[in-house]
């Protein structure tokens, strides 16, 4: 009984992950504020999960810290995890000179 509870719990959690739009940080003023963004990864996706939706990045940080934190850009938006998981999508107002 309580196996059966624990995959019915399982499942409608995996169910909601799929569903849920990313955390996006954007910078109006140079500050930043969290939004909702329609297709970008999702907190708790894997790495392979955004290869799969959104192909290789343009480019991968170096991870640093503990736990291991690692950025990835594309075009319009960066993705930061934790580990291989999603902890952040990301955008920044301006140019792609302006970005660290």
Known sequence: MRTAASALVLALFAGAMATA????????EGGFTVKEREGAPTRGQSQSAVIRQ??????RHATVGDPPITRWDYADFSVFFEGEYVLHSAVRNGSRADRP
């Open 54 to 59: 959104h192909g290789e990045p343009e480019q």
């Open 21 to 28: 739009s990313a955390d996006i940080l954007r910078s109006p």
